[in-house]
């Protein structure tokens, strides 16, 4: 058990390292930005991954975070001169706040399954009406913001810049999945996500777990508003509160693995290269996106385990054969 561990330790070092290093290496900008990308999709997926993965409750209001973290710093900035880097802490806490809202509203009430999710795509389609209607928001004009580079605006003049951003947005995820899998706390998640009734027979306080889970999804959700919002300057409510970002959350997290460290990591990777590819070597109008499909598809099919449970498969004929 401890070679594994070590094995795992020296894993993850090894590509913490290769990651920092990849700017230095790869000198391109366009190739910067998609891996810049790749990771942004991860730690979005990440943050589906706590609630949708651990506790088992599927949701596809996930942008509903992402984008109340988005106008919370934005109106922070250019309405009160307040710069990103205190703001983004204000959209952590006003993403936490909103899934609290939600989560007591839906959780109190015994919402799961199919009914949580519906309940939180009407609560996206709510919260993009109010920002589309209301003026403190820029109604339908949105929200443009002041290219000013600089630590404190979270802007950079070079793309690496918000590669490292995102870099250290996936580590903290990462951190968060590897301490739910060792924690009591998780383990309850878990327990929900198998048999809430059984959960709490056992004593489990399934309401109180539920709430802190879609707070943490929150949380990170309004972090990685914040984010955008500085790298691309501009927010509107078709954006903030697109339905596409959640579907983006649960494809990821589902085709790398559901209710695992690495799978929203590995889930990203693979759909955007795929995505990338697809569209630079077919021309055909739609037709990539019919190949991408196909390949989503035959993925979910054929690993209902995500592409990690590749390696799992792999792992238990070793293990057998050591036993023997």
Known sequence: MNALQNKTTLLVVAGLVASALVPVVIVNKFYIDILTLILFSAFLGQSWNILGGYAGQFSFGGVIFFGTGAYASSILLTTFGIPPLIGIFAAIAAGALTGAFIGFISFRYGLRGSYFALITLAFSEVFRTIANSVEFTGGGVGIFIKHAPGLANLQFIHPAGYYYMALGMVIISLAIAWWLERSRFGAQLIAIRENEDAAEALGVDAFKCKMYAIMIT???????????????????????????????????????????????????????????????????????????????????????????????????????????
């Open 218 to 324: 929150g949380a990170m959700g309004g972090a990685a508003g914040t984010f955008y919002a500085q790298k691309y300057l501009y927010i509107d409510p078709p954006i903030s509160y697109s339905i596409g970002t959640s579907v983006e959350m649960l494809l990821v997290t589902i085709v790398g693995g559901m209710g695992t460290i690495f799978g929203p990591l590995i889930g990203a990777f693979v759909l955007h290269i795929v995505n990338e590819v697809a569209r630079h070597f077919i021309d055909t109008p739609g037709l990539s996106l019919i190949v991408y499909g196909v390949i989503l598809i035959a993925i979910i099919g054929y690993l209902p385990n995500g592409l990690i449970g590749l390696f799992k498969r792999r792992k238990k004929p070793d293990k057998e054969t050591s036993d023997a």
